[in-house]
């Protein structure tokens, strides 16, 4: 058997790179295939914070809607947006080797706001609760859009930064050189990290994928997004979570944190454990952390995003 795989993406720039370049692995393997571009929910309302449009799965409904009517095979996205449970009938087909996992905070030039008063802009309640957490003297102001739109309104504003997945930035070219690394700020799980997703029992095409699969970048986002569902259970809440594997003693280390919106409140859990207790990882972080005062933030939390 052989059919064209029709690729499913957001219209944005950045989602049609991630869409083409899935396109260009598969052709070289020899597959025939076409991009089929849409525009999400996400993409077309800009006035509301994401947190108010149900952010579960924003970017990703529409596709979902697609490949359920058979209009597009697969579809690409970027892990962080996609929700740990995916919809009936659709599963997690590959996920390719991860790009740069850090947000960055581009600037103009200057970082000397950073020890006095300073407004920073970003969409992000994870983002937003790290950064208040370190400088709680700033303003954070809501910023949304794709990332070249992003990228345009901190340049028209007279705000002194933005946070930026680094990954999104460096994938389209479009990473300035005022920039500065937030090696301290814990990423969203599965940041920088590719997924394609396809219909359960399209065998042709799941058989294709599964030669795109990096297991190392499986395995991490696996534990990742495990934190992000036994800590949050539906809710959207500022959460962070990164894995990564040590090749020297075959290891995993993780780092989580859960923040309130204010960033007043933060609990983190690290963790170092051989590579075959992968599995329950991400569970027993969060787990620890609940235990720990953070059950009574997320009940705090839910409160707070349903007003």
Known sequence: MSKVIRIGTRDSELALWQAHTVQKKLNDLGYKTEIVAVKSTGD??????????????IFTKTLDVAML???????????????????????????LERANTLDILVHKGSTSFLEAEGTIATGSLRRTAQWLNKYPQHKVVDLRGNVNTRMQKLNDSDWNGAIFAAAGLERINIKPDTFTN????????????????AMEDD??????????????????????????????????????????????????????????????????VHKQVPIEEWKKLGFHCAKEILENGGAELMAQLKDQLKK
Request: with cysteine; aromatic share 6%.
């Open 203 to 268: 065998h042709y095409t799941l058989d294709a994928l599964a030669q795109l699969n990096h297991i190392e970048t499986e395995i991490t986002t696996a534990i990742e997004r495990q934190f992000l569902r036994t800590l949050e259970g539906g809710c959207t809440a500022p959460i962070g979570a990164i894995a990564k594997y040590n090749e020297h003693d075959d290891t995993l280390s993780f780092t989580g944190c859960l923040c309130s919106l204010d960033g007043s409140q933060k609990f983190e």
């Open 182 to 197: 937030l090696d301290w700020m814990i990423p969203a799980p599965a940041q920088g990290a590719m997924v394609v997703v």
């Open 69 to 95: 009517a058979g209009q597009v095979d697969i579809a690409v996205h970027s892990m962080k947006d996609v929700p740990t449970a995916l919809p009936q009938g659709i599963v997690q087909a590959a996920v």
């Open 44 to 57: 077309i309302i800009l006035d509301k914070p994401l947190y108010e449009l149900g952010i579960t799965g």
